[in-house]
């Protein structure tokens, strides 16, 4: 391949001082999540989406991950808008952390922003923050920038993709895509958006990369629907289906499902319950009258006539799924022969939880499915090949840089875009912090700017340094406490009493305080049940955010705790 396409654009060369246009992606390259982009044209930074990511394992007491903004905070006079593409949280996530920081106004679509505000209400900052509600296919003015919101389709609803025009050019940002031609609540996906900006000339094109391994066309929505009917009408009891709670496409097809082959539904889970109520709220989803199964009627309700949705689908620890697999859940007991029906993509990284939760199920006798082998029960929400390849025809930019996915995606991107030879200039392989000028004669690579992660506790919602330096302090200063759990491997009994091992954790009465630790682990221990204690990582995880919230009350501190296991 020749260097001008794999070429970062050209070395710094002096800059013209004509007004330019930088681009500083922040998060979400080389990296599922945090996705975050800055634009900058003159003096005017528009930020397109906020995300966060979910730690790896390793990474003890970290809650979640958002992309470091210190080039937003250094240049903070100059941040015009943060704009959101839609509602997920790898978007909209890390928002309630930066406009803590960074108080700017925030441009959405109607689900997306009541889904942001449910988060910023969490986080206390709801009165504060400035939002604009945006209609898909309308067109905003935010400082130099003219920026229209063109509809796509995806997994979620009211998502759009960005034509940001520039006096130097357009540029467009795809944000979450799939083409699908018959999306469930028939809002299409607007292709003739793309190509009245393709004719008319692009700067540059940021697109979705994530399904690039896929040839072909990603299916529609709508083809995950016989099969879940199929397995809804045979259910010889009840049926539980499992999806994200963002999926309101998905939700909707369920519940005509249910409809049809006359079951009531009910929801459970957090996030299924509070996105359920946004979606009606707003009028995208149609729950008929009398369908809903009230909460305290999911037990004793007829498991013939009954589907739950639930929340969970990818094994978080204290999601309703995660806790109906190990039969702790007030509202739900798994019998012989219920049907469970996972409708989500298994994401990588979590293939262990999830089929361990599957296992509990199958032990229970359920009936599993968890995959397309007699029929798709689930569908991706991202663009294949042929999508992401007609996307680079209708808009043929000058320049093309892939975004949203990992190396290997961005980089295959740009030999799919490489191949069709419709990107007149450049195609540019850009990682997080690096930083491009566009001016009018070509693309210039610039300074890299500061980007990383910054590691999160949501409970004090206090930034959490990187790994090192992050446990050095977190000991130093909070301390470390490991408690010391002896179970009977066959009866999963607790053989002694647990051990508590501190160091570094000042307490007034030390003694009493270690006697109230020790009755902590023992009370989540006992109210466990046998397949609770007997799954490592369900059970230290209860231990640690019950002894976390005894340490907080009775200490204000936060150490570090890492609970352990002896078998015997
Ligand atoms: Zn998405
Ligand atoms: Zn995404």
């Known amino acids: 391949m020749c260097d001008r396409i794999w070429g970062n654009g050209k070395e710094n060369e002096l800059s013209k001082p004509a007004q330019t246009l930088t681009v500083i992606p922040l998060g979400g390259l080389g990296e599922f999540g945090m996705n975050m982009m800055a634009f900058r044209y003159g003096d005017d930074i528009v930020v397109v989406d906020a995300g966060m990511m979910f730690p790896e394992s390793e990474l003890l007491g970290v809650d979640l991950v958002i992309p470091d903004i210190t080039y937003l905070k250094q240049h903070r006079e100059h941040v015009r808008a943060i704009v959101l593409t839609h509602g997920h949280e790898d978007h909209i996530g890390a928002l309630p952390y930066i406009l803590r920081d960074l108080n700017v106004p925030v441009y959405g679509t109607r689900f997306t922003l009541a889904l942001a505000k449910k988060r910023l209400e969490e986080g206390g900052l709801l009165e504060s923050a400035k939002l604009f509600e945006v209609t898909p296919g309308r067109l905003v003015e935010i400082g130099p920038y003219e920026i229209e919101f063109i509809p796509v389709t995806h997994s979620t609803i009211d998502c759009v993709a960005l034509a940001i025009r520039t006096p130097l050019g357009v540029v467009i940002h795809t944000g979450d895509f799939k083409i699908d031609q018959t999306p469930i609540d028939n809002a299409p996906f607007d292709l003739h958006a793309f190509a009245r900006y393709g004719n008319e000339g692009v700067l540059a094109l940021f697109s979705d990369s994530t399904n690039v391994e896929r040839p072909g066309f990603t299916p529609s929505e709508r083809v995950v629907g016989p099969r879940i009917e199929e397995l809804t009408r045979s259910a010889p009891k009840r049926v539980v289906l499992s999806c994200f709670a963002s999926s309101i496409h998905r939700i909707q097809q369920v519940i005509d499902i249910a409809e049809r082959v006359g079951r009531k539904v009910g929801f459970v889970g957090r996030s299924m319950v509070d996105n359920v109520e946004i979606a009606h709220d707003l009028g995208y989803l149609r729950i008929p009258d009398g369908m809903v199964v009230r909460p305290q009627d999911i037990r004793g309700f007829d498991p013939r006539k009954l589907l739950l949705l639930v929340s969970g689908s990818q094994a978080e620890p204290m999601s309703s799924m995660s806790r109906i697999a190990v039969d702790n859940h007030r509202l739900v007991t798994i019998d012989e022969n219920d049907t469970i029906i996972l409708s989500a993509r298994i994401i990588p990284g979590n293939e262990k939880a999830i089929f361990r939760m599957l296992d509990h199920m199958f032990r229970r006798r359920a009936l599993v499915y968890y995959d397309n082998a ?194 015997v």
């Open 374 to 567: 007699g029929g798709p029960i689930h569908v991706s929400g991202h663009a294949s090949q042929e999508e992401q390849k007609m996307i680079l025809r209708l808009v043929k930019p000058k320049y093309f840089i892939p975004v949203h996915g990992e190396y290997r995606h961005l980089f295959r991107h740009a030999a799919l875009a490489h191949q069709l030879e419709c990107v007149s200039g450049e195609i540019l392989l850009m990682e997080n912090g690096k930083v491009i000028e566009f001016t009018e004669d070509g693309a210039y690579r610039r300074e890299p700017v500061t980007a990383g992660r910054v590691l999160v506790d949501s409970g004090s919602l206090e930034e959490i340094e990187e790994m090192v330096v992050r446990d050095r302090k977190h000991l130093s200063e909070e301390g470390v406490v490991i408690p010391i759990i002896a179970i009977d491997k066959h009866t999963g009994q607790v053989e002694s009493a647990p051990e508590i091992v501190t160091r570094g954790l000042m307490s007034e009465n030390g003694n009493e305080f270690l006697a109230g630790a020790r009755d902590v682990v023992t009370r989540t221990v006992e109210s466990s049940n046998v397949e609770e204690r007997a799954d490592w990582s369900v059970i230290k995880e209860k231990i640690r955010v019950d002894l976390k919230r005894y340490i907080n009350k009775q200490t204000s501190k936060r150490p570090l705790i890492l609970p352990v296991i002896l078998e």
